[in-house]
């Protein structure tokens, strides 16, 4: 297998190019992706907007081969003006209640209200195409409630609305409409919220784990937007 140019490089990952068609997903710590690789080859035929997975060949567990997705990420797309902020939010509602009506694979005996989660659902992990919004990057995708995962995005975004950098404002503005876009059946209870917090903490890259006390200001921000 030829692997060609660096096409895209986040936290965990890098993506190389393949060919026109494909690319190649390598984790830098050479964990295996055979895990994200089965959701996202049973999202696909659902109709869920993830890249399609290309059946394992003679690569390792550790590479994921998908189709190539071409746009700029949601974030992108929304500082370059191309996407307003009320639109970026409504779009990440809509791909999580989308995912969480996903019926679970076959034979999963899930818990009454269990969903395929992403747990990481925010306007990075989304490419913006002509065809719509393409989601990206199930490293943390498991099954558990839905709020969980409303709850991860919000935080997510209240995090990034409390950073002080330039991306502050639209994130305030993101994390309003996604909210205000949940569906009444969806709860945010203290449950979900200790739950999304301890994930957070413990993620050691989580921005807000620098500045002391960021993580709890963000949830304050999350619970004050679920009222
Ligand atoms: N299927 C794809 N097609 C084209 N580019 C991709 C694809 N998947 C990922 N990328 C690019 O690689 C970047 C990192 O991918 P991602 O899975 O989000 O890794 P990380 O976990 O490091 O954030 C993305 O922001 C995007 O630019
Ligand atoms: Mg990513």
Redesign the pocket.
């Known amino acids: 297998m030829m692997i060609g140019e660096l096409?895209?490089?986040?936290?965990?990952?890098?993506?190389y190019a393949l060919d026109g068609s494909w690319?190649l997903?390598r984790n830098r710590d050479g964990r295996s992706q055979s895990r994200e690789a089965a959701v996202m080859a049973h999202l696909h035929p659902h109709g869920y907007p993830v890249?399609e997975i290309r059946p394992a060949g003679d690569e390792a567990s550790t590479d994921l081969v998908?189709?190539?997705?071409?746009g700029p990420?949601l974030m992108d797309a929304a500082q370059a003006g191309e996407v307003g902020t009320a639109e970026v939010g409504m779009i990440l509602a809509d791909l999580l209640a989308r995912l969480h009506a996903v019926p679970l694979p076959d034979g999963a005996a899930g818990e009454p209200g269990t969903a395929i989660l992403h747990l990481d659902l925010h306007p990075?992990?989304v490419?913006h195409t002509s065809e719509g919004p393409?989601v990206?990057?199930w490293?943390n995708t498991r099954q558990g409630p839905p709020g969980l995962d409303w709850t991860m995005s919000a935080l997510i975004l209240a995090e990034l609305a409390l950073g002080g950098s330039e991306l502050a404002p639209p994130a305030q503005e993101v994390l309003s409409a996604l909210l205000a876009h949940r569906p009444a059946a969806v709860v945010l209870d203290g449950g979900v919220v200790a739950a999304a917090r301890a994930a957070r903490a413990a993620d050691s890259n989580a921005g807000s784990n620098a500045v002391p006390g960021g993580l709890d200001a963000a949830v304050a921000l999350v619970i004050a937007h679920a009222g």
């Open positions: 096409i895209g490089s986040g936290r965990d990952a890098d993506v690319v997903r890249p998908m189709r190539r997705v071409t990420t990075l992990n490419i393409v990206i990057d490293v």
